[in-house]
């Protein structure tokens, strides 16, 4: 991972950024598979395909967007502690939510679970035209992993109790370093339309994603539209995974899927604690 990010290090430093700064930045890197339809990477996973669950679990509410092989995802590809094997199912719709609703979920299969076919639109059951024609243009086939590094693309937090925001705390150059990065990620670690782990990115980023997530899944659990407990500590939240939903979907540009977990909750497998934020700038 150090090696990788060697180009990032000296393009910090050619810009007079101090150091110390630049290797407190680089303390948070952190390990991230990319997921792409090419590419020479073993299969991990696919867009699409039969949806196929267990038969006590009800039909989701969002469409279904990816199928995971953790068998097939190396230990160290992440940092994150995911069971060893079994498949985690992804599902979401790439709308922004007016009332803090979670906008997808995920299931977890594990190994050697008896599973059935489901209807891939059962979610739609009111059958509108609009979103099914949105949900065909999903993507399709198989998803190819690449071990990649992930550094923030957000420099600033919000002031609690006031407006305005501010740098990284521990990190004064923090937007320069996100800069640095913008230029040099291409080089080191190209994205992919689905990221397991890593940073969470979208359009016009300048705070963390994951921090909105949370922030909104406080406020579902107040209204009684998502299940506590809770936490609005940023740093009790981890990012699972990202869908750049507008590099695939026509319509949807700019459109990009965060699901968030609990750390608590990942350490026990609850994939059923996860909440889905989406950012999308129509």
Known sequence: MWDLLRPFRDEAIARDIPVADVERWLGTA???????????????????????????????????????DLAALPADATDLPLPPDGHLLLFAFPETADDDDTMGSVVYVPAGTAVTERDRNAWNSFDFEDEEAMFEAFPQGPLRATASVSLPYHHAVEFLGESGSGPLPGHPRSEELVEVWDSTQDAIAPAGPLQIGGYAWEEAIYTDPVAIAAFRAVKAAEAGRWDGPVSGDVSDWVLLADWQAGMDVEGWESATVHWVIQREDLAAWRFDRAFTSVFWNP
Do not use: N
Request: charged share 20%; net charge negative; glycine share 12%.
């Open 30 to 68: 952190r390990p991230c598979a990319t997921l792409t339809r090419d590419g020479d990477g073993p299969v991990m996973g696919r867009f699409g395909g039969p949806l196929l669950l267990p038969a006590d679990v009800p039909d989701p509410a969002h469409p279904f967007v990816a199928s995971i």
